[in-house]
């Protein structure tokens, strides 16, 4: 299974941007997703998480300006970035959430730059 993300840019504070992760095989119906960001120079964190039951989670500096979610048919992944700011900067990679042994994929990543 291959991920892969789309809808990263370079953006001025304030704007918004939609990610885009699609899958080459039917995973979304059985594992949990999640939206992981790498800062420059930092170390890769979870940004957001969808789990098969539709429970979602964000980590509290994107709480409100951010929205995951699956399409209705299963086949997309998205996270919805509103009110962009500096430090939201970095690649942003979707990945199976959690990691296990059958929902263990990672996409390639897709740059956001936000400038002030």
């Known amino acids: 299974v291959q991920l892969v993300e789309s809808g990263g840019g370079s953006v001025q504070a304030g704007e918004a941007l939609k990610l885009s992760c699609t899958a080459s095989?039917?995973?979304?119906?059985?594992?949990?997703m999640g939206w992981y960001r790498r800062p420059p120079g930092k170390e890769l964190d979870l940004v957001s998480y969808?789990?098969?039951?539709?429970?979602?989670d964000y980590t509290n500096p994107v709480k409100g300006r951010f929205t995951t979610s699956l399409d209705d048919n299963k086949t997309t992944f998205y996270l919805e970035m509103r009110n962009l700011q500096p430090k939201d900067t970095g690649e942003y990679i979707c990945?199976?959430?959690?990691?296990?042994?059958?929902?263990?994929?990672w996409g390639q990543g897709t740059q956001v730059t936000v400038s002030s």
């Open positions: 990945a199976t959430y959690p990691l296990s042994g059958s929902c263990n994929y």
């Open positions: 095989g039917d995973i979304f119906s059985r594992c949990g």
């Open positions: 969808i789990l098969v039951d539709g429970t979602t």
